[in-house]
């Protein structure tokens, strides 16, 4: 099973295409967007074309995204339902099924508890799969534990 993981967000979306068995997923690809400042539409159109674009160069299976999760800052959480929308829009258009993981499942999932740090997330995500040697936002790390997370979950559905 291929999974296209992405952690949702305005300013940057983690994105990464992990497949195979969750005991030891393999990752394809992962990359962070950065789209540019300037009017919503036009950002949350970017999100949507590397989406898409994602989906028709890895063909997953499956796409998995965090859920929403609501900090004190409304602003940031607007942004991140905004670019979700936009990730479900593509991912809608392409008939992909889409698999949700809660912060708790994606701590869970990689580390064995569901009230990990981020820290620890971050961790162990070189423990599970070979990482390329290369510096990755928080965003894209986030985007492959979601990606191990949703393999998990997608396998279980099968």
Do not use: H
């Not at 291929?2 to 005991?23: N, Q």
């Not at 602003?75 to 809608?92: C, F, P, S, Y």
Request: with cysteine; aromatic share 4%; hydrophobic share 45%.
């Amino acid at each position: 099973m291929r999974i296209l993981g992405i952690d949702p967000g305005f300013d940057r979306l983690g994105v990464a295409v992990v497949e195979g068995d969750p005991s030891r997923p393999t990752l394809l690809w992962s990359g962070c967007v950065l789209p540019a400042k300037g009017a919503p539409a036009m950002r949350l159109g970017e999100v949507s074309r590397a989406v898409s674009a994602a989906i028709k160069g890895y063909a997953p299976d499956a796409l998995g995204i965090e859920t929403l999760f609501f900090s004190v800052n409304k602003k940031t959480a607007l942004g991140v339902a905004e670019a979700r929308g936009a990730v479900l829009a593509a991912a809608g258009l392409a008939s992909l099924p889409v698999i949700e993981c809660s912060p708790q499942q994606v701590k869970l999932a990689v580390t064995g508890y569901g009230g990990a740090d981020k820290k620890s997330v971050e961790s162990m995500i070189p423990k599970l799969l070979a990482l390329p040697e290369k510096k990755r936002l928080d965003d894209e790390l986030d985007a492959i534990a979601i990606g191990v997370t949703a393999l998990s979950v997608g396998i279980l559905r099968r």
